[in-house]
């Protein structure tokens, strides 16, 4: 016999009507399917749009892709909401990301990550954050970045350390980015109030850039591992 763990209605096998929660895993128990309608209605059991099998909430677990969840079926792997593999769901909301390369008249350089459908609205973007009286040459690359020296595991290593900062991956390109962003304002702070001091604007503009690149590559994840 078998018990529905809401009502606590007993059943046979042969004569069950309902569905099995967590089935092949741990806590895996019993629904008849007077309800199983409110167990869904209230969050309580969730049911995966690809295969029709049937979860606690608490089994499963949200990662976040491209800015949007993704959780995965314990059984099939798939989006339990739309019901698509990984794969498809990375293509599904995917957003290109461009790398730019702003040179301005003065000789200083600044990059930039630019998450973009087109080249277009990678310029759109950067009409809206720059001031182009001052930009000589703009550069717009997809992809190509270069390796780093690094390995991984010591890049991992470094992370660990830091873990009350860097909680979730993404954190590392905030992180990068903040430090970035201090670099060039502590430049042109300078650049305003010591035009003259061309030297040390210089050497804030290059660090900013070579942090900008080390974000790059780190997101593109290509580490010298020895290959």
């Known amino acids: 016999m078998k018990t529905c763990k809401i009502c606590g209605c007993s059943f046979d096998e042969e ?10 895993i741990d806590n895996e128990y019993h629904v008849c399917c007077d309800c199983v309608p409110s ?3 209230n969050g309580h059991i969730i049911s995966c749009e690809a295969c029709g099998s049937y979860f606690s909430a608490d089994k499963l677990h949200d990662e976040e892709i491209e800015g949007h969840s993704f959780t ?11 019901g698509l593999s990984r794969a498809e769901f990375e293509d599904e909301y995917f957003r290109p990301r461009y790398s730019v390369v702003v040179r301005q008249f003065s000789g200083s350089v600044r990059g930039y990550i630019v998450s973009a459908n087109s080249r ?10 720059l001031d182009f009286n001052y930009v000589a040459e703009v550069s717009i690359g997809e992809g190509g970045r270069v390796l780093m020296y690094m390995s991984k595991k010591k890049f991992d290593e470094i992370k660990a350390k830091h873990s009350t900062t860097i909680v979730v991956d993404a954190d590392v390109g905030e992180a990068l980015a903040f430090v970035q962003d201090l670099l060039e ?3 042109d702070a300078i650049k305003n109030r010591e035009p003259h001091a061309t030297a040390s604007i210089g050497r804030l503009n290059e660090a900013a850039y070579e942090v900008f690149s080390i974000s790059n590559e780190i997101d593109a994840g290509e580490f010298d591992d020895g290959k």
């Open 15 to 24: 004569n069950f009507e309902g569905v099995v929660v967590n089935e092949g």
């Open 72 to 82: 995965a079926c314990p059984a099939c792997g798939k989006d339990v909401v739309e």
């Open 120 to 129: 277009h609205e990678v310029m759109k973007r950067l009409l809206e954050k």
């Open 39 to 41: 167990e869904c209605n």
């Open 185 to 187: 304002a502590e430049a």
